[in-house]
């Protein structure tokens, strides 16, 4: 049974930083695109990380490229959202999905077959 797993979210200050894991069973991560999405209430999903489980290459959207480090442990299958310098609007439920390949757009929701529960994120002071 093909299963992902978030933690780590919780309550941090603007400016502060957090680390979400994503663990997976069921399938091997490196046969696979996995990427990361935020929910904000009353919006859709936004991919804002992808990393390719073959090649270890990563992806950013705009909003968190220079603040956010996607990484993989293969040996514990694992993918690892490490977020610094957070704002107030990255609040949002983090969800991490797989996908066997991605055709046109590593940060849209449909593209991703298997999702996580999610884990909430709340940046306020």
């Known amino acids: 049974q093909l299963q992902l797993v978030e933690s780590g979210g919780g309550l941090v200050q603007p400016g502060g930083s957090l680390r979400l894991s994503c663990a997976a069973s069921?399938?091997?991560?490196?046969?696979?695109?996995i990427g990361w999405f935020r929910q904000a209430p009353g919006k859709e999903r936004e991919g804002n990380s992808c990393i390719r489980g073959s090649t270890g290459s990563t992806y950013y959207a705009d909003s968190v490229r220079g603040r956010f480090t996607i990484s993989g442990d293969k040996a514990n299958n694992t993918v690892y959202l490490q977020m610094n310098s957070l704002k107030p609007e990255d609040t949002g439920v983090y969800y991490c999905a797989a996908a066997n390949r991605l055709i046109r757009n590593a940060f849209y929701w449909k593209e991703y077959n298997y999702w996580g529960q999610g884990t909430q994120v709340t940046v306020s002071s």
């Open positions: 069921g399938f091997t991560l490196e046969h696979l695109y």
